[in-house]
């Protein structure tokens, strides 16, 4: 068998052609495709608005500067999640600090999270849940402790796309779509649900904080005649913010859009992979299976299984050309956090799960044979 890795892009024959076609336009950045993508991108979110920007990560930074952090109070967010989500408060020069998860979904545990509120909220500011895997945090909930609390919410949905839950009144509500969360981000680094290269985006239903993204991703810099405070012509522009360059070009945006376009296909065919696991696996002693609660869309950017003997079979795998990968090492053990006065013990349930968790392969292309080979191998390590 050929090298299976856990997760990686598509790219047909369309994306080609459309790339093609963006190299041939006009404008190569800040063209009709960044506008075009994020139309298209918002609609199928669901957010009134969205801002297409050069990756996830100047995503995060610049709705953390979009939801004006400031340096003397916190932001909370999960240790189970990529550094970016943490680095970018900082990037804004903001403190940070972490929650630990529920062992049971793995992301942010809002009942631990209301604890750390009632002993005293003034220390914080804000927080960013992370839709871990593409499992969907409850922002109905979550909204609801940042009103009583006065903090705002920037939801991480990089792995989330497509992923919803049925909130207190039975409606669906899609990751990022703008109802609970002040902002919400994406990527499209290739390995995400929708590659464009590098690329991310932002969504919010606040107009607002939509003119101010725009705003901050090109310098801080605005031509928009109802925000200039004077005009002196056609030429005239006016810079208001300190911004940055964090533009996406067309080319990318024509990937990403046309990556778009299957993205309801893709996310049909990562349901089923992730059934097909489910089925396999479940009866396989010491190995747990992704918890899905009822009324809830997992959007399975990652299938994460548990097991005491994580090391050992991740060595197996890859003799066998499987290359599974752990996600994550927990961000407050990294040594930059570590020296910023964290450590081990710190948050328990986030340790417990590293210490256990494996990334399987799961990517729409993975074929069946594949699946079933990754499956025979899984199988073969436990009966040995
Ligand atoms: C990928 C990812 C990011 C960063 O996105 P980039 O486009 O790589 O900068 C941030 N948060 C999470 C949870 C991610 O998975």
């Not at 459309?18 to 336009?25: H, I, M, N, R, S």
């Not at 778009?260 to 479940?282: S, W």
């Not at 899905?292 to 548990?306: D, E, F, M, Q, S």
Request: negative net charge; glycine residues 8%.
């Amino acid at each position: 068998m050929h090298a299976i890795p856990y997760g990686k892009q598509e790219i047909t024959e369309k994306d080609i052609a459309a790339v093609t076609d963006a190299l041939q336009g006009e404008l190569l950045t800040q063209g009709p495709r960044i506008t075009a993508f994020e139309e298209a991108f918002a609609s199928y979110i669901g957010s009134q608005y969205a801002v297409a920007v050069s990756n996830g990560t100047a995503a995060l930074h610049l709705s953390a500067l979009a939801l004006g952090v400031t340096s003397d109070k916190k932001v909370i967010t999960t240790p189970i999640t990529f550094a970016a989500s943490a680095n970018a408060v900082l990037y804004a020069g903001g403190q940070v600090d972490f929650c630990d998860i529920n062992p049971q979904t793995y992301l942010l545990d809002l009942n631990r999270l209301e604890d750390m509120l009632k002993k005293d909220a003034s220390q914080y500011q804000g927080v960013v849940p992370v839709d871990f895997a593409g499992y969907p945090v409850r922002t109905d909930e979550l909204r609801q402790l940042c009103d009583r609390y006065g903090l705002w919410m920037l939801e991480d949905a990089c792995h989330a796309p497509g992923g919803w839950f049925n909130d207190t009144f039975g409606k669906a509500r899609q990751c990022g779509d703008g109802t609970f969360a002040d902002l919400a981000i994406f990527s499209f680094h290739p390995v995400k649900h929708i590659a464009a290269g590098e690329g991310g985006m932002i969504t919010t239903n606040s107009k607002a904080l939509y003119d101010k993204l725009q705003m901050l991703r090109t310098h801080g810099i605005t031509k928009s005649p109802e925000l200039l405070q004077e005009n002196h012509g056609g030429w005239y522009y006016e810079m208001q913010e300190l911004g940055f360059n964090y533009r996406l070009t067309d080319i990318q945006a024509a990937l990403g859009h046309s990556q778009l376009e299957r993205a309801e296909e893709n996310l049909e065919k990562r349901k089923k992979i992730a059934a097909r696991y489910d089925a396999a696996l479940k009866d396989v002693p010491d190995v747990a299976t992704p918890f899905v609660a009822p009324g809830t869309g997992h959007a399975y950017h990652l299938y994460i299984i548990k097991t005491s003997q994580r090391k050992a079979l991740y060595d197996f795998l890859r003799e066998h050309q499987i290359f599974t990968q752990v996600h994550y090492i927990p961000v407050h053990l990294q040594p930059y956090y570590q020296q910023m006065g964290w450590k081990k013990g710190d948050f328990p349930n986030a340790e417990q799960y590293y210490e256990q968790c494996l990334s399987l392969p799961m990517y729409p292309s993975l074929t069946e044979e594949e699946q079933e080979y990754v499956i025979g191998k899984i199988k073969a390590f436990y009966e040995e």
